[in-house]
DNA sequence: TGTCGCGTCAGTCTTTTGGTTGATCTTAAT
DNA sequence: ATTAAGATCAACCAAAAGACTGACGCGACA
């Protein structure tokens, strides 16, 4: 019994790639390609394969989380394993919590992804090693929930902007902006600008 | 007559996708993988590949950079084509300096890769368009240079760090690290920490 | 109908930061 | 031998940032 895969991602060499390390085995049979999410909901909602494997991130549209949150409300809903570069805490929890079966990380030998996809066919969830102990940190101490607003408000820390020009760019008092510093700063646990700019990048908060 | 390419990239899947992708035209012939600078060396002083197809980074060991440096210096030197997923203005500059053929990024078409290699074969220099303009940019305003102190200063700033944190790390008083903020601030023509941590993120400076 | 979170704002106070000027010392270049 | 550049430090000043306290309106929710 083969295990039918879609893959998804954005760039064409690292499909073909894909494409390679898979067609080497029996085991899977790579059913679909496509470069954008909004491609793979609907292609795999036509040809419903067993495990979609899906880039976090993918160029222009939609992401990897969203993607996935589609691909699992389909019925049947493919098993979604997410490969990926990068180790970012926010955004493997963000897929987990999506449905995602589980993660890898692309610089790991073709083996592990033949292995990953059999375990995530089977149900079970995948983690690369690298990535379990960020995890579990991640779940042991979830980063508080900002605000719309505190999350505008870091995200223009994060350009180098003062609070006057925040406040200007906001439409708001500088007092304001003062005050939704305070806030971010008490939720990340940090005591400055650039700490909280630091964290919220280090953990992929934005 | 074929043109010899080596493939240097840490990630299997993506030189399975590269091999794939060259393998499927007969006028470029893949004679090597490596996965690392140090590796890609060696071999290519033994196996004297036409165009070196370089990841700018290679995790853990020597970058895309120092390996393209390294790779001109050999004799025959191979035309090397920097392949990446990003586009930050330093290294783009600092991979041409060292003797990059050019750059692609990684989300081009297979057509597009193939006839990079063939154009660096010829001794072109092969610019992604989407790089052009920024390239041209960077050399109408250079970053300036800063000193080896002035980077470890600002490294530090980008995490957070206060003056006097900076200043207890490198065993100076903080007015030597403000004297040294004072200079990088200058060069960089920014007028607070958190800009120039922005900019130097921004540009690739650290 | 409270009350709770959120966004908004004010005032005060301390600390940090950034600008300026100028100085010493070392090392490298000319 | 002189110069130039880099790293180090000092003292002073103004601006910005951050800590604290308190307040008001609004919508959601129970």
Redesign the interface.
Known sequence: MTITVLLVD????????????LDAVDIVQVIGESATGEEAITLASQVLPDVVLCDLRL?EGIDGIQTTAALRALNPAPAVLILT?FDRDAEILGAIEAGAAGYLL?????EA?IDGIQRAAAGDTVLAPELTARVIKGMRSPLPKLTDREVEVLRL??????NKEIARFLFVTEATVKSHLVHIFRKLG?D????????AQDTGLI
Request: charge should be positive; proline fraction near 6%.
């Open positions: 954005d760039h064409p060499v690292v499909r073909s790639g894909l494409r390679a390390v160029g570069t692309k610089d790991v030998a073709p992804i820390l994060a350009t180098g902007s003062t940090v400055s600008r650039s700490r909280a700019v630091h964290l």
